[in-house]
């Protein structure tokens, strides 16, 4: 299971923190990715991590500006989305798939588990 939080309404300019916190799964074996979704748009990615070496994937969208990290102790991957934009409100998912994939497609593997996903407001 996999289970995302820390979503809000925030202004432009500010800064959120995402959570995924992880739970049924061997969580080493495995990488996160978060993706997000707009209203009447499709699915993107925004970010991934390998659990296993660390490996880390950033969309364009997101270079700069958000930042992953996985806590090994707590089974959690997080997302620090700082500087945002009106354009980055949308439902943020965190998602499952072997490390491997990850390290070695970073977002555009088919992920196999899917949280509940979380909204993220950003007001102008």
Request: proline letters at 2%; glycine letters at 12%; charged letters at 20%.
């Amino acid at each position: 299971q996999l289970q995302a939080s820390g979503g809000g309404l925030v202004q432009a300019g500010g800064s959120l923190r995402l959570s995924c916190a992880a739970s049924g799964l061997t969580f080493d074996r495995y990488g996160i990715g978060w993706f997000r979704q707009a209203p009447g748009k499709e699915r993107e990615g925004v970010a991934c991590i390998s659990n296993n070496d660390g490996t880390i994937h950033y969309a364009d969208s997101a270079k700069g500006r958000f930042a992953i990290s996985s806590d090994r102790a707590k089974n959690t991957v997080y997302l620090q989305m700082n500087n945002l934009k009106p354009e980055d409100t949308a439902v943020y998912y965190c998602a499952a798939v072997l490390s491997k994939f990850v390290e070695a497609m970073g977002l555009e593997p088919t992920f196999d588990y899917w949280g509940q996903g979380t909204q993220v407001t950003v007001s102008s």
